[in-house]
């Protein structure tokens, strides 16, 4: 259901809630860097829990041959947490993704071999259970 309010596909949106919306090019997705500062431009957000359409996963769509923290980028919720903090929302479903894409990063890494991004995974898992923010 996530995946829902991340795409941009499927949704009406008026033109000038993209004025200064910069999608980033040098990412595999950029769906779910860009589509919630979308959401805060909006002055009304209205959603029909209704199939209009059918999506299909081809294995030749970016969907369909990516891995899960591209689609799931951990910046991403990163600049929310910070934003939302800012403008005095509660970012508490926000932190619970946060380490749930954490652990992703984490698993991915060390299927890839990325000893760097695994040790920062790692650190930042620890720092929060430090602080019992948050636990596997």
Same mark, same amino acid.
């Given at each position: 259901?996530? /995946?829902?309010?991340?795409?941009?596909? #499927?949704?009406?949106?008026? +033109?000038?809630?993209?004025?200064?919306?910069?999608?980033?090019? !040098?990412?595999?997705?950029? !769906?779910?860097?860009?589509?919630?500062? *979308?959401?805060?431009? +909006? !002055?009304?957000?209205?959603? /029909?829990?209704?199939?209009?359409?059918? =999506?299909?996963?081809?294995?030749?769509?970016?969907? #369909? =041959? *990516?891995? /899960?923290?591209?689609?799931?980028?951990?910046? +991403? *919720?990163?600049?929310?947490?910070?934003?939302?903090?800012?403008? #005095?929302? !509660?970012?508490?479903?926000?932190?619970?993704?946060?380490?749930?894409?954490?652990?992703?990063?984490?698993?991915?890494?060390?299927?890839? #071999?990325? *000893?760097?991004?695994?040790?920062? +995974?790692? /650190?930042?898992?620890?720092?929060?259970?430090?602080? =019992?923010?948050?636990?596997?």
């Amino acid at each position: 259901m996530s /995946q829902v309010f991340v795409v941009p596909w #499927g949704k009406l949106y008026r +033109a000038s809630l993209f004025k200064n919306i910069v999608y980033p090019t !040098d990412t595999k997705v950029e !769906d779910d860097l860009t589509t919630w500062k *979308v959401y805060l431009l +909006a !002055d009304k957000i209205s959603y /029909q829990n209704e199939p209009s359409y059918v =999506h299909r996963v081809m294995s030749e769509s970016v969907t #369909g =041959h *990516v891995n /899960q923290i591209d689609i799931y980028p951990l910046e +991403a *919720v990163t600049e929310r947490i910070a934003l939302l903090k800012l403008l #005095g929302i !509660d970012t508490t479903k926000e932190e619970k993704a946060y380490y749930w894409r954490l652990i992703l990063c984490r698993d991915n890494a060390l299927k890839e #071999g990325n *000893v760097i991004k695994y040790r920062d +995974a790692l /650190q930042k898992i620890a720092i929060l259970q430090k602080f =019992h923010k948050m636990s596997n």
